[in-house]
């Protein structure tokens, strides 16, 4: 079993930038690939990125690819999500997973039944 909880969430004008941090307890973050979801209020969770257990490989998807930047520190047990130049869009809420293969995290069926752990997600809003 393992606990992930997310942080760094607030409030930031457009355009400004925010590092979301997520860290692991019970076993080392580095058994796991590792990734960011996030829920606008009446819309559906979607992917966000996702980073392989050893950090050599990222997926994001198209509406953040550019902005934001998924990282891993496994000495620290934490995985990030450096985002950059941030729209209104993006206001929701953040939720950091860990489980399965990070390359199928942007498919539906794959996050539904396939991710283990999920943290309770951190607030980010994004102000005009």
């Known amino acids: 079993q393992v606990h992930v909880v997310e942080s760094g969430g607030g409030l930031v004008q457009a355009g400004g930038s925010l590092r979301l941090s997520c860290a692991a307890s019970e076993r080392p973050f580095n058994d796991y690939d590792t990734g960011w979801f996030r829920q606008a209020p009446g819309k559906e969770r979607e992917f966000v990125a996702a980073i392989s257990r050893s950090g050599g490989s990222t997926y994001y998807s198209d509406s953040v690819k550019g902005r934001f930047t998924i990282s891993r520190d496994n000495a620290k047990n934490t995985v990030y999500l450096q985002m950059n130049s941030l729209k209104l869009e993006d206001t929701a809420v953040y939720y950091c997973?860990?489980?399965?293969?990070?390359?199928?995290?942007?498919?539906?069926?794959?996050?539904?039944?396939?991710?283990?752990?999920w943290g309770q997600g951190t607030q980010v809003t994004v102000s005009s």
């Open positions: 997973a860990a489980g399965g293969s990070a390359i199928y995290y942007s498919r539906t069926y794959y996050r539904n039944g396939y991710i283990n752990y």
